[in-house]
């Protein structure tokens, strides 16, 4: 029996695909830490996992930053990048670094399995070896291996064919490195140098890419392509949706009319203020030959369902797993766990996010074809409207969601997974 840490910052978009890895471990026989925090205790013991809490100073409500660091409030553009890049990813590091290593301490783990923002994997990973186990990145959000080939990760902004390309990739890479983030990778280099008696190896946000392995839960087919992709990188294909069993909506038969569904969310979190993207939306479609199926994210429905438009409907929870086979389109802010969802049907996108990650993910729905990238935040009506008419009416978007859904389709992402872990294992034991 293999044992194995799972590390994980504490942002609900992190902790739930982590969980079904955690999961997946325990039902093959291996025994699994996770460290994550108390906040999802619970949920960590349901799964069979041994629960570790962070330490205070690393348990920071990523889903609620504001309220942490109130100075946070206001901040845009680079100073937003920088604050956070600081306080919520690189200063968290000590104190992650610290419970990483109490629990090697305290028992044998044969590998420490990590998402991209958890920097005390990062700091682990420096020290020799031989003295510490594989450190496995779990690409969870967009790939953000460096390449020349590629813009730095967190721009949104897509490829460029050709020598001019690599020249403005590597223009963008200079200008975010040694001015917008010089600081914050100085301290980064001093704080890894402090707790591991060497710098960090490189740029701070490229850490994973210089991991032991990185098991980026995607396929080819919606990534950037990379000439220069190093060998520890494996596609697996998108960790599978949970089976859920809720009672399905009172409503639920509407999706058989016959009219085209079209889907509507803000996921899980960023749905405090509907505004962005499903409001809009609902007014987009009002008077379209389409069923508006909108979902809150277990918010309440309140005035939200008391002035729905007749082609509309909503409930709080929605069952993806019985939901996108049924669906024509959707329209997302972008969360990288339901849009791939959404392409493993082969359903086109509309998708409009900034913040977080989901720049990059609506970057890529954009790129490949699968999709219209609005490229805001909150989006208007018209340009809604315009939108998803596109893509239920012009095959190319649909024929590009499917070539997608059968790549995903095709993958096992368990099986990757396990090979990378146990490949990593046997390089471990052939060290020691």
Known sequence: MSSHLIACTPAHGHVMPLLQIARHLIERGDDVTFL??????????????????????????????????????????????????????????????????AVLAEQRIDT?????LFLGAALLQQLPRHDRPPVIALGIFPLGVRSRDTAPFGLGVTPMAGSLGRLRNAALRTIAERLIFRRVQREAD?????????????FVLDWAGRADAYIQFTVPEFEYPRSDLPPTVHYAGAIPAVISTPALPEWWSDLDAGAPVVHVTQG?????????LVLPT???????????????GGRALGDLASDLPANARVAEYLPYDQLLPKVDAMVTNGGYGGVQQALRHGIPLVVAGRT???????????WSGAGIDLRTQTADAPKIRDAVHRVLNEPAFRATAAQIGHALRAADPWRTLDEVIDASMIQRTALT
């Open 356 to 366: 977080e990650d989901k720049v990059e993910v609506c970057a890529r729905v954009g």
């Open 268 to 276: 899980t979190i960023a749905n405090r203020d509907f505004s962005q």
């Open 36 to 101: 994550t925090s108390s906040r999802y205790g619970e949920r960590v013991a349901s799964t069979g996992a041994r629960f570790v809490a962070l330490p205070a100073a690393a348990d920071i409500d990523l889903d609620d930053a504001d309220a942490a660091f109130p100075e946070r409030v206001g901040l845009t553009g680079a100073a937003a990048l920088r604050f956070d890049m600081s306080n919520l990813f690189v200063r968290p590091g000590v104190a992650q670094l610290a419970a990483v290593r």
């Open 282 to 296: 609902l007014e987009a479609l009002r008077d379209s030959d389409v069923l508006v199926v909108a979902s809150t």
């Open 190 to 202: 001093r704080l890894a140098a402090r707790e591991t008696g060497r710098g960090l190896g490189g």
């Open 112 to 116: 420490v399995l990590a998402e991209p």
